[in-house]
């Protein structure tokens, strides 16, 4: 019981937290994809940092740029720049976990931003890679997206998606897909 009231007093406190997966830089609050600039992501072999002068807040977070016309791209579309499901986890997305992310673990398809929180768990991911982006995208939308993640995490550890599969699971699936090529 004391773990409970524990945990639940630690859900409260992070309630005001940001909805999406986002760091706190002592100058800016809610930097998307650790100040990484979006853009960079599809333009350049591998993403650059941002500069703390240029940036954008969209959907109440702050994104960064490396430079002026990188910036300028982003205001024109950021729908096309922004990571999915909140820059959070892509291999979570599908089981209704808001969790992990972190902005150098990448991976751009059908021209959207993916992030993961570690090479494994996109190795997890890209096994079933369609599935996964068309669970995740209607997970995303249906109880996902503008949730406190902690809680909706909590949730579905405890409320299983049907599909889901532990860290062991995974493991051995992907060492028998390794096996067989």
Known sequence: MRN???SF????????????????DGTQSDVMLEGFDPVSYFEDEKP??????IFFKFDNVVY????????????????????????????GAPY?????????????VNDKLYIFADPISRSFWEMDQEFNIKTGD???????K?????????????????????????TEQLQNQLQNK
Request: glycine share 10%; charged share 20%.
């Open 9 to 24: 007093l630690c859900a409260l406190t992070l309630a005001g937290c940001s909805r999406m997966n986002t760091i706190h």
């Open 64 to 91: 960064k740029f490396k430079n002026n016309d990188n910036l300028k791209k982003f205001e024109t579309h950021p729908e096309k720049y922004i990571p999915q499901y909140g820059g959070f986890c892509a291999n």
């Open 4 to 6: 409970f009231i524990i």
């Open 48 to 53: 650059a940092i941002g500069q703390g002068d």
């Open 138 to 144: 209607h997970l995303w939308v249906s109880e996902m």
């Open 96 to 108: 209704g976990i808001m969790m992990g992310g972190l902005a150098k673990f990448y991976k751009i």
């Open 146 to 170: 503008g949730r406190i993640p902690l809680l909706q995490s909590y949730k579905r550890i405890i409320f299983r998606v049907p599909h889901y599969k532990t860290t062991a699971q995974l």
